[in-house]
């Protein structure tokens, strides 16, 4: 089985600018999470995504927002980046929200 | 509220020497506690998790870690380290209070082997 895949793996962009990432599941899994991994604030969970609906928010600016379609595919969309946006955004599933996740590789952001 | 605290953030061993990286946790219900890796550029892979049952428990390539209750620890053992185990380690907690089964993860702790 196919593990959590995510595009694009690297990304430059500059302060201002918006961007989409992309977190294709495992096959089977309905729930998609989003985090934020940088040096200075660790691992940050960003939000969960079940079944199209947005499940569980973390503590993040409204810039930050996501969406899940019907094949449980999701998108995280950051708009106007700032400087402190660059990190390492990883994307996890799970079968249902109380199972174990499983990462993709992630998705490393520079804003330049 | 959850919390997870990883003693440590660096720990240096030599290749065939015991491996030890600790994890206290808090929760207001019994958890579900969780060891993740992280090699460089790469996502987090799951090492172990413990949920109920035996509170020992194996995961891959030879790691183990213990849950004990009355010290709130689960900490990560390997008896022989492995230049291929240098990595960053993550212990992570999740919520079953709320259902919301969001996991909280320590800082990290970075695994340094010396041949």
């Known amino acids: 089985k196919a593990g959590v895949t995510q595009t694009p793996r690297y990304l430059i962009k500059t302060r201002g600018q918006q961007v989409t990432l992309s977190c294709s599941p495992i096959?089977?899994?309905?729930?998609v999470s989003w985090y934020q991994q940088t040096p200075g604030q660790g691992l940050q969970f960003l939000f969960e995504?079940?079944?199209?609906?947005?499940?569980n928010k973390g503590n993040f600016p409204g810039r930050f927002s996501g969406r899940q379609f019907s094949n449980s595919r999701s998108e995280m969309n950051v708009s106007t980046l700032e400087l402190g946006d660059s990190a390492l955004y990883l994307c996890?599933?799970?079968?249902?929200?109380?199972?174990?996740?499983?990462f993709g590789p992630g998705t490393r952001l520079l804003v330049l | 509220a959850q919390s997870v605290t990883q003693l440590g953030s660096h720990v240096s061993v030599s290749e065939g020497a015991l491996v030890l990286l600790r994890c206290n946790y808090s929760s207001s219900v019994p958890p579900y506690l969780f060891w993740y890796v992280q090699y460089p550029n790469q996502g987090l892979q799951l090492l172990l998790k413990y949920t109920t049952g035996a509170t020992l428990v194996k995961g891959i390539n030879g790691f183990e870690a213990e849950f004990k209750k009355s010290e709130t620890s689960f900490h990560l053992t390997k008896p022989s380290a492995h230049m291929s185990d240098a990595a960053e380690y993550f212990c992570?907690?999740?919520?079953?209070?709320?259902?919301?089964?969001?996991?909280?993860f320590g800082r990290g702790t970075s695994l340094i082997v010396h041949p």
């Open positions: 096959s089977g899994h309905r729930s």
């Open positions: 992570a907690v999740s919520d079953q209070e709320g259902g919301s089964y969001i996991p909280t």
């Open positions: 996890a599933s799970r079968q249902l929200p109380q199972e174990t996740q499983y």
């Open positions: 995504y079940f079944s199209e609906t947005q499940r």
